[in-house]
């Protein structure tokens, strides 16, 4: 997974005029090259693997080995993977494939065929877990429909890693992924999550930070909890904590400065505080206001008294003597 919109990394290497996938017709996943035989965890299944989201050391065994034996590794970026299996000292042994947005509808079947005929296919992303904000999800749900099995190698993944780091509540979170370019769409989508009490992952781009940093902090306000994890795993990770206001400070400190907060990206926000339950007091002005809009007493104190759990004797006699 990466920490920027694959629209901003540019299309693929892979010419577009690339022939489709050739269905394996083997029974052994890989047997041409002395893969595992058909008893093999991966044999007739889409793999999708964790590739580093920056630090090579965490690739795992597994995903090695399935780079240099599947039958097909699709990828988003074919230039990006080959630099991997580089650095990792592996031979793609299979056929390496283009799957990124602009094709992995059309390429879904092609890829699934392979499955059919009981070959491995392993899908990855240019760096984390494929499917997450990356492409993976139509071949998954595809492969559902067709009965083909799918399965997962797990491993390095920028949500969790800056969720943990973050230093905010990690038992209840949801990500939510790149956050809208244009303003007012990005004003109406964090106005939206204002209330949300789970902790929320955001992506965010380096020359975004800074103006979506300051939207943030006008949706949920400025003394939100917060924390901007940037360079996970790699040299100059860092892990910047505060409020959303002491955040936008230190984002435009930098920026002056012409160095700014770059690399990839990852917002952690801490939910909305819970809200007070409002008193009797407060509850029976709103059945006054009711009341005078034209609505029955005690329609509105059953009302009112249900939506806010309190009985609706006590809300009652809370009303009458607030006449």
Do not use: Q
Not at 285 to 308: C, I, N, Y
């Amino acid at each position: 997974m990466t920490a920027h919109p694959a629209a901003e990394r540019g299309p693929d290497a892979s010419s577009p005029d690339e022939p489709p996938v050739t269905p394996v017709t083997t029974v052994a996943a890989g047997a041409r090259r002395g893969a595992p035989d058909a008893g093999a965890p991966e044999a007739g299944a889409v793999v999708l693997a964790a590739t580093p989201i920056g630090n090579v050391e965490d690739a795992s065994p597994r995903l090695r080995r399935l780079l240099a034996e599947a039958d097909v590794v699709a990828a988003e970026d074919t230039r990006r993977l080959h630099a991997l299996a580089a650095r990792l000292g592996v031979t793609v042994g299979g056929r390496v494939t283009s799957y990124h947005e602009h094709n992995e509808t059309a390429r879904a079947d092609e890829l699934l065929d392979v499955v059919a005929g009981g070959g491995t296919v392993v899908v990855v992303s240019d760096a984390g877990m494929p499917v997450v904000s990356d492409p993976g999800y139509r071949v998954v749900a595809r492969a559902v429909e067709r009965g083909l099995r799918v399965t997962s190698a797990p491993g390095p993944s920028a949500v969790l890693t800056a969720l943990a780091l973050s230093g905010l509540p990690t038992d209840r979170f949801t990500f939510e992924g790149f956050v809208p370019r244009k303003a007012g769409e990005r004003a109406r989508w964090l106005t939206a999550l204002a209330a949300e009490p789970r902790t929320m992952v955001f992506f965010e781009a380096p020359h975004r930070i800074t103006e979506t940093l300051r939207a943030m902090a006008e949706a949920f306000g400025d003394g939100r909890p917060a924390a901007v994890c940037r360079e996970l795993t790699k040299t100059y990770e860092e892990a910047l904590r505060g409020s959303l206001a002491e955040l936008v400070a230190e984002a435009e400190e930098r920026a002056a400065d012409g160095d700014g907060l770059r690399g990839e990206i990852c917002v952690v926000v801490g939910g909305a505080p819970p809200r007070e339950a409002p008193g009797v007091e407060e509850l029976a002005a709103e059945v006054l206001a009711r009341v005078e809009a034209g609505e029955r007493l005690k329609a509105a104190v059953a009302d009112v008294a249900t939506a806010a759990g309190v009985p609706k004797r006590d809300l009652y006699a809370a009303a009458l003597a607030a006449r």
